[in-house]
């Protein structure tokens, strides 16, 4: 199944991004592990497919626009910012004092305007950067994209990144995080509109309440693009993900050790998704496959691994969550490598 047609006029190089398979030894069995690599995107991450159909959405919508805002945790704000510099738009992005430093440099650079939105008491910081993107929108008279409500942020999903990703499959299982939760809602609905029964998994940090009714207790969010303390506008559809909770200490361990191993440039949310995916392979009683969405890649993490996120955790959580991964990462294989060794072999 090929996407539909409307994505193959995007002026960027955005989509048909690679699935690199990886074999895996996990509970006496070889499984394979997949990963669908979004950083290989243009503007270097998913959220490139979104701001991208929001905008020429809107466009269609409305007709031509020359200033844009929108709320992001960054990585669509970095896109957007890129596509509004290419087309010759003037972009604001309202973001948290969390954004990583890459994308706050790189939104800058691409001379788009930058307002960080400190949360006000017993508001989340995704509430309050919306809000902020609404409030400057109304008052600098700029086109609210509004990414965190809009539907074409999961339909760009539902109708560009699941097609491909199954058109690569079969798969036993997906696996997915949430921000925004437009990916994983997309990829539900992709499924649910084609009856196809391969159980969807949102891979989350415990703090994150995206697809739950309740809010969830205590914990701050570490990583960006790792969770929302917000329920998402895309929740509550039917049935409702599966959810695997992934701690940061682990998540943080897994990304050294791929990078100590050489074995995947994935971004620290993937990182999340990938030991979901694990965590599912190591409770099936035969080798599976399981496909995991990863939003973005390392170069967005590396600076400020060791200064930022590597002391938000417990530095003994973190050394834990290194000797119980190490085995298991070590056990990992690309699949490509692993046949041409055979061959050598043969
Ligand atoms: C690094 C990263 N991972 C995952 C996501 C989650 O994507 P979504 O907004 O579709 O829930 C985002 C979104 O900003 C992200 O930046």
Known sequence: MSPKPAFDDCPFGIGHTPLTRFSIDLGGHRHELCLKEERHNEFGSIKDRVAWH????????????????????????????RIG????????IVSSPSISAYNAAGIRDAGARLVIAEAQPGETSNAARVRGARE??????????????????????AEWT???VFADGPF????????????????SDYLKARG??????????????????????????????????????????????????????????????????GLAEVGLSSVGVMLGAIDWLSRQDAPSCAVCICADGDERYLDEFESRYVPSVERADYDAARARLRPVIGSMERLAEARERKALQA
Not at 172 to 187: E, H, I, L
């Open 85 to 92: 510099e290419r087309l010759g738009i003037d972009v604001t």
């Open 54 to 81: 929001v905008l020429s959405g809107t466009i269609a919508q409305t007709g031509p626009v020359s200033a844009v805002v929108d709320a992001s945790s960054g990585n669509y704000g970095y896109a957007l910012a």
């Open 162 to 164: 699941a097609p491909e």
């Open 196 to 261: 196809n029964p391969v159980p969807l998994y949102l891979v989350e940090p415990q703090a994150s309440g995206a697809f739950l009714d309740a809010p969830q207790a205590g914990g701050k969010l570490k990583i960006p693009g790792y969770g929302s303390q917000r329920r998402s506008s895309f929740s509550g559809m039917k049935p409702d993900p599966n959810m695997i909770r992934i701690d940061e200490p682990s998540t943080l361990a897994a990304f050294a050790l791929l990078h100590e191993y």
């Open 172 to 187: 036993d299982a997906c696996f997915v995080t949430s921000s925004s939760g437009g990916t994983a809602r997309g990829f």
């Open 136 to 157: 400057l929108g109304e008052r600098e008279d700029l086109t609210f994209l509004d990414q965190y409500s809009n539907p074409l942020n999961p339909a760009s999903h």
